[in-house]
């Protein structure tokens, strides 16, 4: 059975309708994602999970044009990346889009601050200085502007690697297991400041994570099993998401 699933509080920033991703020919076609129809609000911090092999990261990568979906459409505001050409489809995803993955992608060559201004710097756009300033401070970064990646924590990494992420004021944040390389209190400090990101900024966040805890920090957790969207848990806890998690792999 498929769900569809949508958020109806907000106009909705993301927002897929009966999309499907194969691999493959003959005996080795894989079903990543079957007809899945799914919105995700503006202003609002949303988790995917699922069993492995349910099709989470291959819905985000749809959703966020780095990868081609087989059929369906998929909208990012009210632009369709589906049918985008590869120069629009790279200007929508530096304009609209924010990434935050699992292993930073600093430059390690660039200071803090130039790691969080590049992309500005790519799409020669001027910085909102006050916001800079702002997530800077938010993150705690303000004393390690001039150093290099090789010179910060992994937690500090990860905190560039959000700024960066924040300061060209993207319509939406996709976050690829952004704790999956951090110890547990460096994680919970990159997810408090995800979550006030929404609350403070009107940040849209779509996260794609394994673990109950991380995806407690969400407003809405949606599960995914053999590529469907099967259910959702709004105000999620470590414990309920636990529970839905393994019901779902029963």
Do not use: W
Not at 81 to 108: A, C, H, K, M
Not at 201 to 230: C, K, N, W
Request: charged share 20%.
């Amino acid at each position: 059975m498929n769900v569809t699933l949508t958020h109806t509080q907000a106009p909705p920033a993301v927002a897929a309708r009966a999309l499907t991703k194969v691999y493959g020919e003959g005996d080795a076609r894989v079903h990543a994602l079957r007809g899945v129809d799914v919105s995700f609000a503006t202003g609002a911090f949303t988790a995917i999970m699922g069993p492995s092999g349910s099709g989470k990261s291959t819905l985000m990568h749809c959703l966020a044009g780095l990868d081609t979906a087989t059929s369906g459409t998929v909208h990012i505001g009210d632009v369709e990346l589906t049918g985008l050409g590869d120069r629009r489809l790279t200007q929508l995803r530096r304009e609209r889009i924010g990434f935050v993955f699992q292993s930073f992608n600093l430059l390690p060559t660039l200071t803090a601050e130039q790691n969080i201004r590049l992309p500005l710097d790519i799409a020669a756009r001027q910085a909102d200085e006050a916001l800079f300033d702002r997530v800077v401070d938010t993150v705690g970064l303000r004393d390690r502007l001039r150093h290099r990646p090789s010179e910060l924590s992994g937690g500090q990494q990860q905190r560039v690697a959000v700024a960066r992420a924040l300061i060209g004021k993207p319509q939406v944040i996709f976050a690829d297991e952004p704790t999956g390389n951090l110890d547990s209190r460096s994680g919970a400090e990159i997810l408090s400041f995800l979550r006030t990101s929404v609350r403070e900024l009107g940040q849209t966040i779509v996260m794609v994570t394994h673990d109950p805890v991380a995806a407690s920090y969400a407003d809405r957790v949606v599960f995914l099993r053999d590529g469907e969207l099967v259910t959702e848990v709004a105000a999620p806890t470590p414990e309920t998401v636990l529970d839905t998690l393994v019901r779902l792999e029963a």
